[in-house]
């Protein structure tokens, strides 16, 4: 994962100078069945082609069945993940909001209502209503048009066309308290000091002091959010970030082990086999058969 200056995740787009990210994904190819949690700037669809997953927003955790799907709003904790190793076949897409943004009043009246309202972080998408299912039949159209040569403009066109059913039926008068909106940015610091220091030797104390909070308040928020106590969001990062030098580089584990901020090979992989129930040579070999 790579982080923007404000720490936000930087979204590999299609095409570097389009906004768009359009992929089909498979949850068996995340470790553990269980994608990393992440924001970004950009709206975030998933739909489900095929088998279910789970799907944590801000902590709240909601499935999603074939057929279904969810809309995650700007700068949004997220993940999808299945506790239970179950199959999914998904869509994953990104649109940037300022494709949107054809002029400023256009942005004031019927973007930024939504896409900086906390109350809104996320809308499942049953398609049990009429315009759900015309939502959902627009997020299959845009992944229908990836491979066209009009990919840009086809997107853009339905992405406007799938906002203004959003717009229409989200209730944008909704707020949140201010407690709630602050834990959210203390727990955006604490993670993007994670991320930025997980190669060193971090202590919770650390973490706290990088989110303004004390040690009861860190554990409270990590655990309503992510799920996780803040060393075990820590130790999770890590063993992500190991994962993605044996897949991408030949580095003997050992280095592995200290590149990603483990004290020592052997407590590397005792953490490695309890996380994913082998060891990491194993994994890696898994890794390169799969290729």
């Known amino acids: 994962m790579r982080l923007r200056f404000d720490k936000s995740e930087h979204v590999f787009y299609n095409k570097s100078d389009f906004p768009v990210y359009i992929r089909p994904g498979i949850l068996s190819h995340y470790p553990n069945y269980a994608a990393e949690s992440h924001w970004h700037d950009d709206i975030e669809f998933i739909v489900i082609l095929s088998g279910s997953m789970d799907y944590n927003v801000n902590g709240e955790i909601l499935t999603l069945r074939e057929g ?6 700007s700068r949004q904790f ?6 239970k190793h179950l199959e999914c076949n998904f869509i994953c897409i990104l649109l940037h909001p300022v494709l949107l943004c054809s002029t400023q009043y256009i942005e004031q009246k019927f973007v930024l209502p939504i896409t900086t309202n906390a109350a809104i972080p996320y809308h499942k998408l049953s398609g049990n209503s009429a315009w759900e299912k015309q939502v959902l039949d627009y997020l299959l159209e845009i992944y229908e048009c ?3 040569d009009t990919m840009e403009l086809k997107a853009q066109s339905l992405f406007g066309n799938l906002w203004v059913e959003l717009y229409t039926h989200l209730d944008t008068r909704k707020t949140i308290s201010s407690i709630q909106n602050h834990h959210l940015n203390s727990l955006q610091q ?5 991320q930025n220091h997980y190669k060193e030797k971090i202590s919770l104390a650390d973490i706290c002091r990088t989110g303004n909070v004390g040690k009861t308040t860190c554990s409270t928020i990590f655990m309503k959010y992510t799920n996780q106590t803040p060393i075990e969001y820590l130790t999770d990062y890590r063993l992500r970030k190991s994962i993605d030098l044996m897949a991408s580089t030949d580095m003997p584990l050992s280095e592995i082990s200290y590149k990603t901020g483990f004290s020592g090979a052997s407590y590397f992989a005792e953490t490695f086999r309890k996380r994913f129930g082998c060891s990491p040579s194993e994994y890696r070999k898994k890794l390169f058969l799969s290729l």
Request: hydrophobic share 50%; no cysteine.
């Open 146 to 148: 990836l491979d066209t």
């Open 68 to 73: 279904e799907g969810i809309f995650v709003n």
């Open 78 to 83: 997220h993940y999808g993940f299945s506790a």
């Open 190 to 194: 604490m993670i993007s000091f994670i």
